[in-house]
């Protein structure tokens, strides 16, 4: 069974710009949730989706914006790229919707650097 | 708000020591609390999680226990191998917050053989 998958791995941007990050899912997988992890920062939580509805948001600008399509797959987009959106970006997948007592599972994640 | 926080790394040991990695957690409601464990390169891989008080989780020879009283869930594992060199991360989840996990700051461990 294929794992959650990230596109592109690794990505180098220049502010200003804008930027999309794609992740499929495990196969059967209904819920994606897409995490920033930076080393000062942390891992923070930025968004979920679940049937093609965000059912959370993190505390992120509003530059920071994902979908999610029927099949699941889901895409995040931040726009107007300033030096601190250099990050890994990690995208998690899961079956259920809730209560979450259940793994997440996580893809290896998309490294971008903005210059 | 909820929060997580671990002991401060990095944590260096030699191959068959003891490790133990603090993590104590602030929340409303009734958490689930999780371990996950980052290798060099990939994403996160979840190594053990507890859904109630006095649960104890375990995977890999790796144990944690759900202490409600003292609001922990600390890490151990008798005997550490240099593929357990990893950065370690407690997280929580409460009932209401679908897929969103508070991390603590992630310890990093390196085993020396």
Same mark, same amino acid.
Request: charged letters at 20%.
């Given at each position: 069974?294929?794992?959650?998958?990230?596109?592109?791995?690794? !990505?180098?941007?220049?502010?200003?710009?804008?930027?999309?990050?794609?992740?499929?899912?495990?196969?059967?997988?209904?819920?994606?949730?897409?995490?920033?992890?930076?080393?000062?920062?942390?891992?923070?939580?930025?968004?979920?989706?679940?049937?093609?509805?965000? +059912?959370?948001?993190?505390?992120?600008?509003?530059?920071?914006?994902?979908?999610?399509?029927?099949?699941?797959?889901?895409?995040?987009?931040?726009?107007? !790229?300033?030096? %601190?959106?250099?990050?890994?970006?990690?995208?998690?997948?899961?079956?259920?919707?809730?209560?979450?007592?259940?793994? !997440?599972?996580?893809?290896?994640?998309?490294?971008? *650097?903005?210059? | 708000?909820?929060?997580?926080?671990?002991?401060?790394?990095?944590?260096? !040991?030699?191959?068959?020591?003891?490790?133990?990695?603090?993590?104590?957690? *602030?929340?409303?409601?009734?958490?689930?609390?999780?371990?996950?464990?980052?290798?060099?390169?990939?994403?996160?891989?979840?190594?053990?999680?507890?859904?109630?008080?006095?649960?104890? %989780?375990?995977?890999?020879?790796?144990?944690?226990?759900? +202490?409600?009283?003292?609001?922990?869930?600390?890490?151990?594992?008798?005997?550490?191998?240099?593929?357990?060199?990893?950065?370690?991360?407690?997280?929580?989840?409460?009932? *209401?917050?679908?897929?969103?996990?508070?991390?603590?700051?992630?310890?990093?461990?390196?085993?020396?053989?």
């Amino acid at each position: 069974k294929a794992g959650v998958t990230q596109t592109p791995r690794y !990505l180098i941007k220049t502010r200003g710009q804008q930027v999309t990050l794609s992740c499929s899912p495990i196969s059967g997988h209904r819920s994606v949730s897409w995490y920033q992890q930076t080393p000062g920062q942390g891992l923070q939580f930025l968004f979920e989706y679940f049937s093609e509805t965000q +059912r959370n948001k993190g505390n992120f600008p509003g530059r920071f914006s994902g979908r999610q399509f029927s099949n699941s797959r889901s895409e995040m987009n931040v726009s107007t !790229l300033e030096l %601190g959106d250099s990050a890994l970006y990690l995208c998690a997948s899961r079956w259920g919707e809730s209560p979450n007592t259940g793994e !997440l599972f996580f893809g290896e994640g998309s490294r971008l *650097t903005v210059l | 708000g909820d929060s997580v926080t671990q002991m401060e790394g990095p944590v260096t !040991l030699s191959e068959e020591a003891f490790l133990t990695i603090n993590c104590t957690y *602030t929340a409303t409601g009734y958490p689930s609390l999780f371990w996950y464990v980052q290798y060099p390169g990939e994403g996160l891989q979840l190594l053990l999680k507890a859904t109630k008080a006095d649960d104890k %989780g375990s995977n890999k020879g790796f144990e944690a226990t759900y +202490r409600k009283e003292t609001t922990s869930f600390h890490l151990e594992k008798g005997s550490v191998q240099v593929s357990d060199s990893a950065v370690y991360f407690c997280a929580l989840s409460v009932e *209401t917050s679908g897929s969103r996990l508070t991390f603590g700051e992630g310890t990093q461990l390196t085993v020396n053989p």
